[in-house]
């Protein structure tokens, strides 16, 4: 299965901290568990027969701050780096001077299938949607080329990633 994920910053190269630090109203215990359920997804990346991973992150959301958790930044810049270097892991990052995007729109991950069929999951705080009606999904495909022309190289991107954790 091939993965490409766009905008913002909901992906599974999250480390437990981070995934939780954006839900501060979350209702106690739901939180735990949806971290946790993101934390255990993560292993996939690293498993027998990863799947590939191609993510795109807005430099906005590297840049933004996290007031109440210092330190917690650098856990996440850590562990995407530690992703970005893997063979099947690509993160780009579409660059502030890139202005407005249709990855600003929303985000979505659009997972191809080994029969090379794909399907799309699309979220926001309130819902999670599958896409699966072939017009929407070549639509959200046309939308992720668009964003990923917008965003840096791998390489660039990766040395985006440290410069931005340097600080």
Sequence with gaps: MRRGCASGSRWSGRRPRYAGSSWPTCPAGECDRIVAGRVERQAILTGPRPPQLIAVVDEAVLRRPVLDAPGLMAEQFDRLVELAVLEHVQI??????????????????????????RVIHADNQLTAQIVDAPADVARLARTWEMVRNEA????QSLKLIKEVAKG
Aim: avoid cysteine; proline fraction near 10%.
């Design 92 to 117: 780009h990052v579409v660059p502030v001077d890139a202005g407005m995007y249709l990855g600003l729109a929303g985000q979505f991950i659009i997972a191809e299938l080994p029969d090379g069929s």
């Design 152 to 155: 840096l190289p791998r390489r």
